[in-house]
């Protein structure tokens, strides 16, 4: 069965930082771009970052540039959010999904676009 797992969600005060960690079960990741999606409360699932497969190329939404920076180990099979100065807005249930894109990735695109998602992990900033 081909899985995504997400983990490292929490609670964190308004400055801080977590990491969450994108692995999966059943298949290996290093053919697949990456993205990590969000999902606030009353809102749409919006892109945050995306990978590609070797790690050569990402992207990011201007919400989060500067703060938050996407890498891989293809070698362990896993995907990583660094998240830092953390704000409230980013308070969402975070999301990774997985596509076959070869030296490509993209979160401007239709969430189907995606094959494989996780069941997300929640991120909560307050005080």
């Known amino acids: 069965q081909l899985q995504l797992v997400e983990s490292g969600g929490g609670l964190v005060q308004p400055g801080g930082s977590l990491r969450l960690s994108c692995t999966a079960s059943g298949f290996t990741l290093d053919s697949y771009a990456i993205g990590w999606f969000r999902q606030a409360p009353g809102k749409e699932r919006e892109g945050v970052s995306c990978?590609?497969?070797?790690?050569?190329?990402?992207n990011y939404a201007d919400s989060v540039k500067g703060r938050f920076t996407i890498s891989r180990d293809n070698a362990n099979n896993t995907v990583y959010l660094q998240m830092n100065s953390l704000k409230p807005d980013d308070t969402a249930v975070y999301y990774c999904?997985?596509?076959?894109?070869?030296?490509?990735?993209?979160?401007?695109?239709?969430?189907?676009?995606?094959?494989?998602w996780g069941q997300g992990t929640q991120v909560t900033v307050s005080s």
């Open positions: 999904a997985a596509r076959a894109w070869n030296n490509f990735c993209s979160i401007n695109v239709r969430l189907e676009a995606y094959d494989y």
């Open positions: 990978i590609s497969h070797n790690g050569g190329s990402t």
